[in-house]
């Protein structure tokens, strides 16, 4: 167990090692960041001064461990556009993100799970055939599009949500949080409901595709032999077999969560990482750009290791071995 | 042929299921749309001649104030909404189809090369797919358009980059099974050249999943193009596709003018709908196990 | 005589799917005295486990009882509410399945599991249950009980998991146990452990045992009574001697000759010639003819009832075996 932790610790650290060359390699392709630091009308000396300052003069390994060394050490430069710490701006924006993602996810879970789980049971009911193809439509939907009928809806013809930022905040442990205020939760709604939507769709497909295979077992039908109910098979032999799936697609969920909620977050006006990153490519805002894509790799590696932890947790099986 | 197809056990499944003949009618009706698109409205959006100001954020024609001529109403141009969402299908299926077909032919290629020499150029392709498969596909498309700027060639490029994994990955390992198998073994005992090999025996025995990956990534191209457009890191204003459409209507969204990015929002809906509904149906009849 | 224990009248379950009904179980009556072992024998497909299913109620849909009584100790199952039969599985019959590979559920504990039994069926506290639980993988030869109640069931091997499934079946101390295939899945060496083991639990408890089965060898080692099914119909039923030495029905005959025993063989190993017919499409008449050496014309214009042949055994053929032919 250890062993095998170990293991996968220096694979994360291997996966970030990759992670930290190709973005190093693409930001080299992503325009010339000097111009974003100079003045319109600077001299030719003064364009080749900021450069050096930059370090954009250096051949590319050499930029490449001065990037690397930066960043061991937690500094990533200095926002073009902000003149703050590319990390900081990055760090005060990500607790709105994690707020929309986090609750976005229990959103989908929520309605996802039971729905799947009933789907999968009753496999040939008209519910579930009409929750199936819901799921579908689900899949089929553009997130964006989904956000501006929610707001033309909601917003602009009943008046009944905000359509923009992050209402009232509170500050907890250090950071400014929307969810401790009733009317952080007002603006919440929206967005997050817009976000889950797709994750909604997967994890119910999932879930049920799950249950389908699980009612199939053995165990379940020699547990409705010892005399448990159906509604007890499913619930307590079925649902967490069918669940180890789910597990995984969960964690990859929260991946593509944050990545869609840079669309969210321009719809709503979100004040996250998603607003910043977009607005940080227009302006070609390259250290908060890194920042972003490292704290990503970084979440998502984690993620994908806590999952495989988590599964020997659920399953018995993967313990031993 | 024919008959021995039509007699088959698909044909068959395929007439007992709603949901796949839907999927089927909802895509032969978009196929029409694409390639006689333009000959079914009167106006061609993007010929300014043809524009009327006058005629601009007209509503829907069974509104008051609606024009028979613009059945969905008009944009902000006086451009026939339903003109603009014909051509902005076009854009939209185009760059789905033709990304997949791309996406498919390098990730294939990338799949057989890994599978069938090993050794080195497998060790790397597959780590650079493990890493990129770290990402989701809608960020590393959304930052190689940031770099690239926005174009139709540009999306082309992103959303290959993206979509070959899936392909080199399937087709790896199936490459590895055929080759094990016999039949292969003794054709390379008996001296047939790699690409006969290839060509014979490995590219045909890995097409059948291919097609249901091949199916639904359309659909999936089609909403990330959508997305990237809607963040104006997509294709050009001159070549507007569904999601550009969309983006245009949400900065009026806010005074009402909502059929101007609800219409084009229900197309790429009942489009990609229409895919994942077949391609549903294609992975329950070619590939049960990918269920 | 008393009242047997289960007393199956006519019982027909069919499966109702898009290619037609499937009369998986067609008519079948038989009667299970108590402490008696009933081997139920038949092909694979002939329906033997749909009979086990029907008893307990778990014939889930498309299929359907459609027919016939359950009577279980005077009170008829085929009545009896969802409510009633969740007190019926598990307290009154009990039933082991084919794979103890496949019968637990992988991510409970085995104690887990084995309680789940007596929470459900008897009053018992948390510490009398996990004693009761200890006693009884003792009883069917688990040693380290104790520590064995917190292990899993991927930690056994096949012959220890099926002596946990017995063991969960015989927990609450039903009056009627039905054995589908238990032993079928495992090693041969273990196979005539876990006959043993089953036996002698059953006769110690005084409890009645339907061993569903393919293999007459094991009915011949274990049962008292023994009824033969042929697509979803009793062929021939009746004591086990009997039986065994003088079948009546061509088929039996066919399933003793294909026994690899010395004991009961003749001079040759024989295979019945032929294969099930489509179930979905039984033809008029005896469904066994095609297959059977005795077959006439008659055979396939009237379909044979079963007929009393004398000492409890009942056949249904119209050229039984030990009469001309």
């Known amino acids: ?321 | 042929m024919t008959a021995a197809f039509l007699s088959s056990e698909f044909v068959h499944n395929y007439r007992r299921n709603p949901s796949a003949i839907a999927g089927s009618a909802i895509l032969v009706i978009f196929a029409v749309i694409v390639t006689l698109g333009p000959w079914l409205v009167w106006q061609d959006p993007y010929d300014i001649a043809s524009l009327n100001l006058l005629d601009s954020y007209k509503p829907p024609m069974w509104l008051p104030g609606g024009d028979a001529a613009y059945p969905l109403g008009t944009d902000g141009q006086g451009r026939d909404l339903l003109a603009a969402i014909f051509y902005g299908t076009r854009v939209s299926v185009m760059i789905g189809l033709t990304a997949m077909a791309f996406s498919c032919l390098l990730g294939t290629a990338a799949g057989i090369l890994a599978g069938y020499y090993g050794g080195v150029i497998d060790s790397v392709l597959m780590r650079i797919a493990d890493v990129q498969l770290s990402f989701p596909s809608m960020l590393i498309a959304l930052f190689l358009m940031s770099a690239f700027g926005t174009g139709v060639d540009k999306v082309l490029i992103a959303l290959t980059a993206v979509g070959w994994v899936v392909y080199a990955r399937t087709v790896r390992g199936q490459t590895l099974s055929e080759i094990e198998k016999e039949y292969v073994q003794a054709a390379r005992v008996a001296g047939l050249s790699d690409t006969k090999i290839i060509l014979r025996h490995i590219l045909p025995n890995v097409t059948t999943p291919l097609i249901v990956v091949a199916t639904v990534q359309v659909g999936t191209f089609i909403l990330i193009e959508a997305s990237l457009s809607f963040l104006g890191v997509g294709v050009p204003i001159t070549q507007p596709s569904l999601g550009l459409l969309i983006k245009n209507g949400f900065d009026v969204l806010f005074s009402g003018l909502w059929w101007t990015s609800v219409f084009p929002g229900l197309f790429i809906m009942a489009l990609v709908f229409g895919i994942n509904l077949f391609g549903d149906f294609l992975r329950d009849e070619l590939n049960p196990r990918l269920k | 005589m008393t009242e047997a224990l289960l007393q199956v009248e006519g019982l027909r379950t069919h499966f109702h799917t898009f290619s037609g009904t499937v009369r998986a179980v067609d008519g079948v009556s038989f009667a299970v005295g108590r402490g008696e072992i009933m081997g139920l024998v038949g092909e694979s497909g002939g329906g033997k486990s749909v009979v086990g299913f029907s008893l307990l109620g778990l014939i889930d849909p498309p299929g359907r009882i459609e027919g016939g009584t359950i009577r279980f100790d005077g009170e008829d199952l085929t009545a009896a509410g969802e409510a009633r039969m969740r007190r019926i599985r598990g307290r009154e019959i009990a039933m082991v399945f084919q794979d103890p590979m496949t019968s637990l559920n992988p991510l409970h504990t085995v104690g887990r599991q084995m309680d789940e039994v007596l929470r459900l069926h008897t009053d018992l506290d948390a510490a009398a249950r996990r004693a009761r639980s200890v006693e009884m993988l003792e009883s069917v030869g688990i040693s380290r009980a104790a520590e064995r109640l917190s292990a899993y069931p991927h930690q056994f091997s096949g012959g220890m998991r099926q002596r946990v499934v017995i063991a969960i079946a015989l927990l609450a101390s039903p009056r009627l146990i039905v054995a589908d295939e238990p032993t079928t899945a495992l090693d041969v060496t273990i196979q005539s452990q876990i006959l043993k083991l089953m036996r002698r639990q059953i006769r110690e408890r005084g409890a009645s045992m339907i061993l569903i089965t393919h293999d007459l060898a094991v009915v011949a080692e274990m049962a008292d009574h023994i009824t033969v099914l042929y697509c979803g119909k009793v062929v021939e039923r009746g004591p086990a001697d009997t039986v065994l030495r003088r079948p009546a029905h061509p088929y039996t005959r066919g399933l003793i000759d294909s026994i690899p025993n010395p004991a009961l063989r003749k001079e040759r190993l024989n295979q019945i010639p032929g294969m099930v017919p489509d179930i979905r499409n039984l033809p008029v008449g005896c469904n066994f003819r095609d297959r059977c050496p005795r077959a006439t014309a008659l055979c396939a214009e009237v379909e044979p009832a079963l007929q009393d042949r004398g000492s409890g055994q009942w056949a249904a053929c119209h050229h039984p075996l030990d009469a001309a032919p």
Do not use: C
Not at chain 1, 202 to 211: D, E, H, N, P, S
């Open chain 1, 1 to 321: 167990m250890l062993g095998y932790t170990l293991k996968r610790l220096l694979q994360m650290i291997v996966v970030l090692g990759a992670v930290s060359v190709i973005v190093f390699l693409m930001m080299s392709f992503t325009g010339d960041p000097v111009f974003m630091v100079v003045p319109i009308d600077a001299t030719e000396a003064e364009i080749a001064q900021a450069r050096r300052i930059l370090g954009l003069d250096r051949s590319m390994p050499e930029q490449y461990a001065i990037f690397l060394k930066g960043m061991l050490q937690g500094d990533f430069g200095r926002s073009y556009v902000f003149r703050e710490p590319a990390l900081d701006l990055i760090l005060e924006r990500l607790p709105a993100t994690l707020e929309i993602v986090v609750v976005a996810m229990l959103m989908s879970a929520v309605v996802a799970i039971p729905l799947g789980v009933y789907a999968g049971a009753n496999p040939g009911r008209t519910e579930s055939r009409a929750i199936m193809t819901g799921s579908l439509v689900g899949i089929s939907l553009p997130s964006f599009w989904v956000g501006m009928m929610l707001i033309f809806l909601f917003a602009v013809k009943w008046n009944v949500f905000p359509s923009s930022g992050r209402g009232d905040t509170v500050e907890v442990m250090g950071t400014r949080w929307s969810i401790f205020t009733a009317d952080g939760w007002h603006h919440i709604i929206l967005p997050s409901l817009t976000l889950s939507l797709g994750t909604m769709a997967i994890l119910l497909r999932i879930t049920r595709a799950g249950m389908m295979e699980v009612t199939r077992q053995d165990y379940m039908k020699f547990a409705r032999a010892k005399g448990v109910s159906r509604r007890g098979v499913l619930y307590g032999h079925g649902l967490r077999n069918a669940l180890i799936p789910v597990v995984t697609i969960f964690g990859l969920q929260l991946g593509d969560l944050i990545a869609f909620a840079t669309i969210t977050e321009t719809i709503f006006a979100w004040p996250g990482l998603g607003k910043l990153l977009i607005d940080s490519i227009y302006r070609a805002d390259r250290p908060v750009i890194v920042v972003y894509l490292m704290l990503v790799a970084t979440i998502f590696v984690v993620i994908n290791f806590l999952v495989d932890i988590l599964y020997t947790w659920i399953d018995p099986r993967i313990r031993v071995k």
